[in-house]
């Protein structure tokens, strides 16, 4: 094994050149998926696969110093990672459950009993409230991206709308509990890195996020006002709604998403073999739903080890040393944190391994510009969830639009809570607050 080879996974110093070199895949990503889709007018011209795999060939081939096996190695090893491995588990589990939902009825039986209760003007604002509460209550995005994408195709078509702006309503809605719940993975990361408690980041966090949700709920209440198709009252069969109650009842419980989603198939399994559908009827629809999880996977990994590259040529240590050299005052401190965990959520297109990464540094730049421990935690937290709920190769946009069958930029222009998140974090930053309020 060589030197360069050895070395991956520590702390490297390379000048600028070589640093700009190294995160360039990002920009050749960016080239051949984000502008040739802007220049074709069609964001389904270029599919995101053709994209990363150009990428991950140009990140394969200017990592130097190495054999190019062990280069490739470096690239699958970051593709297994376990926590890239349980993400396509858990997409495998949803492509059969969302199927199996769909095939048996329980997708139109829980739309009905929607449009029972709710008048089409609030069905907007309605999927958003209920995506909020349900991903706080989990903590997790991707198990509300699981649970209630199905369900809102299903109202856009209901009641006449676009698909991707119902999409972009469950995502959005989705990253309020992902940075807010006391059970997320990225508010547990956050305030282990910072060294402060969970109701202290709680109280910094919930005066930047729930006017950011106010906000934008406002703008669906808005929006919803045209929402004016009239619906009849469908009669609903309640024993159809049960596989869709079980998944949202137990991810509200908090159990593990990979139990949620298991339940959720065995419920479907069985209530279609009641209401007479055949047991190879069955297993055709989960089979057809995990297969069509194919694309979504074979991204992932890529996405995973071109990423993986990137760290392993010094791109992320180098942008992390640019941007901490520039840091002057409270104010510079905070927009450092906040720039610095965005940056690298960009490069690794995930939020919590993005916390865990700045955290550190995160804490030494919050210790030298008297910046309290929950200040640089919900900084933190917030500024990784609006970068990942705008990424469109993020794990949960890929999965939404994936479940909804639209391009995962389809639903950027509708993505209103990021956008008021960013408002409300820059508001934050420059708004100056007590250091004895903030401990």
């Known amino acids: 094994?060589?030197?360069?080879?050895?070395?991956?996974?520590?702390?490297?110093?390379?000048?600028?050149?070589?640093?700009?070199?190294?995160?360039?895949?990002?920009?050749?990503?960016?080239?051949?998926?984000?502008?040739?889709?802007?220049?074709?007018?069609?964001?389904?011209?270029?599919?995101?696969?053709?994209?990363?795999?150009?990428?991950?060939?140009?990140?394969?081939?200017?990592?130097?110093?190495?054999?190019?096996?062990?280069?490739?190695?470096?690239?699958?090893?970051?593709?297994?990672?376990?926590?890239?491995?349980?993400?396509?588990?858990?997409?495998?589990?949803a492509g059969g459950f969302a199927s199996l939902a769909t095939g048996i009825g329980a997708v139109d039986a829980t739309v009905g009993l929607t449009m029972q209760w709710l008048p089409p003007s609030m069905v907007i604002p309605g999927l958003f409230t209920a995506a909020c509460v349900i991903s706080f209550a989990v903590g997790t995005s991707v198990g509300t991206v699981v649970a209630l994408t199905p369900l809102a195709v299903k109202l856009a078509g209901a009641v006449d709308a676009e698909t991707a702006y119902f999409v972009a309503v469950v995502i959005g809605g989705a990253f309020f509990g992902d940075n807010l719940s006391f059970i997320s993975d990225t508010t547990i990361a956050a305030t282990r890195t910072q060294g402060c408690k969970l109701n202290d980041k709680f109280k910094a966090n919930v005066l930047i996020v729930v006017p950011a949700a106010l906000l934008t709920l406002a703008a669906y209440v808005l929006d919803g006002i045209d929402v004016t198709s009239e619906i009849a009252k469908p009669e609903v069969d309640y024993l159809l709604v049960v596989p869709y109650a079980t998944v949202i009842v137990t991810a509200i419980a908090g159990v593990n998403v990979v139990t949620v989603l298991t339940l959720g198939i065995l419920t479907a399994l069985g209530i279609g073999l009641v209401k007479g559908t055949g047991f190879f009827d069955l297993a055709g629809m989960a089979g057809n739903g995990i297969d069509s999880m194919g694309d979504l996977i074979i991204v992932t990994l890529m996405a995973a080890g071109m990423l993986g590259v990137i760290k392993a040529t010094g791109g992320v240590d180098f942008l992390l040393r640019a941007l901490t050299?520039?840091?002057?005052?409270?104010?510079?401190?905070?927009?450092?944190?906040?720039?610095?965990?965005?940056?690298?959520?960009?490069?690794?297109?995930?939020?919590?391994?993005?916390?865990?990464?700045?955290?550190?540094?995160?804490?030494?730049?919050?210790?030298?510009?008297?910046?309290?421990?929950?200040?640089?935690?919900?900084?933190?937290?917030?500024?990784?969830?609006?970068?990942?709920?705008?990424?469109?190769?993020?794990?949960?946009?890929?999965?939404?639009?994936?479940?909804?069958?639209?391009?995962?930029?389809?639903?950027?222009?509708?993505?209103?809570?990021?956008?008021?998140?960013?408002?409300?974090?820059?508001?934050?930053?420059?708004?100056?607050?007590?250091?004895?309020?903030?401990?």
């Open 1 to 93: 094994m060589t030197e360069e080879a050895a070395a991956y996974g520590k702390e490297r110093h390379v000048g600028v050149g070589q640093g700009l070199l190294a995160l360039s895949p990002v920009g050749v990503f960016a080239v051949f998926y984000l502008v040739v889709s802007v220049v074709a007018g069609d964001f389904y011209k270029m599919p995101l696969s053709v994209a990363f795999l150009v990428a991950s060939g140009w990140a394969i081939l200017i990592c130097r110093g190495m054999k190019l096996n062990e280069r490739i190695a470096i690239y699958s090893g970051e593709a297994a990672n376990p926590n890239v491995l349980f993400m396509v588990w858990i997409f495998i589990l």
């Open 325 to 439: 050299s520039a840091v002057k005052g409270t104010r510079g401190g905070q927009t450092c944190i906040a720039v610095l965990v965005g940056l690298i959520n960009i490069c690794t297109a995930n939020n919590t391994v993005a916390i865990i990464t700045v955290g550190p540094i995160a804490r030494d730049i919050a210790e030298r510009y008297d910046i309290s421990p929950r200040k640089s935690a919900s900084l933190l937290d917030t500024a990784s969830c609006l970068v990942q709920c705008l990424i469109p190769y993020g794990a949960q946009t890929l999965l939404a639009t994936s479940l909804a069958g639209i391009s995962p930029m389809a639903p950027w222009r509708y993505l209103y809570y990021p956008w008021a998140l960013l408002l409300m974090l820059v508001l934050s930053i420059i708004v100056k607050r007590k250091r004895r309020l903030s401990n």
